[in-house]
């Protein structure tokens, strides 16, 4: 039972265009495993798993430019932190951006909210004019009371405080600029958000 499950999940559509993309891939590796390990710009990017955002294109990166890391809405969590410290201190990076986005789905809803379709059910979730609500309503758990989802609700005062963290972090090297910007969706470009940009100042 099983062995037949795992060789269904295996068999999906998307499963098989990832790996023949990868097969296409290898084809055109060329010298790239001769690229260094540290980012050879050395910076760092921390921005939003949406699918809609390409830090590649829209900051002109190529392989083994830079590190980019991505979770729900780009937020300054304590991982993305942990990131961003070994980028540094063992990897070079000097310059740090924090990218949010607009019509990002971190600002559809709450923490309340997502705990307590999880409370009911784990499957995923619709939602119409009436709100968010679960398609069925069995298997979910109590855990997500434990997590902080880190919800957007202005998205200025969220990239400024996600710098403003970064900055006065105890493990952030004083001397690291960080720079705050906004993704807009409609046209590709950075908008700066000064508060941010202030906040994330380096000392020397």
């Not at 949010?100 to 559809?108: A, I, P, Q």
């Not at 004019?129 to 069925?136: A, C, I, L, S, T």
């Not at 979910?140 to 400024?160: D, M, P, Q, Y």
């Amino acid at each position: 039972m099983g062995n037949n499950t795992n060789s269904q999940q295996n068999n999906t559509a998307v499963h098989q265009q990832v790996l023949s993309a990868n097969a296409e891939y290898v084809k055109h590796f060329g010298d790239k495993s001769k690229l260094a390990l540290p980012p050879a710009r050395q910076f760092a990017i921390l921005t939003c798993m949406d699918a809609r955002l390409d830090p590649a294109k829209y900051a002109g990166l190529a392989e083994g430019d830079a590190h980019v890391i991505r979770n729900a809405g780009g937020r300054a969590s304590d991982d993305a932190i942990r990131s961003l410290v070994i980028s540094h201190k063992l990897l070079g990076t000097k310059e740090w951006f924090v990218i949010h986005h607009t019509d990002c789905g971190m600002e559809l809803f709450t923490n309340e909210i997502i705990q307590d379709l999880l409370s009911k059910s784990l499957k995923t979730a619709t939602v119409d004019e009436k709100g968010w609500r679960n398609v069925q309503e069995e298997g979910g758990s109590g855990e997500a009371r434990f997590v902080n989802f880190l919800t957007i609700k202005n998205l200025e005062a969220s990239v400024a405080e996600d710098v403003q963290r970064i900055r006065k972090h105890p493990l952030v090297a004083k001397d690291i600029p960080v720079y705050g910007y906004i993704y807009d969706v409609r046209s590709g470009k950075l908008i700066e958000v000064p508060e941010a940009i202030e906040a994330g100042k380096s000392i020397q």
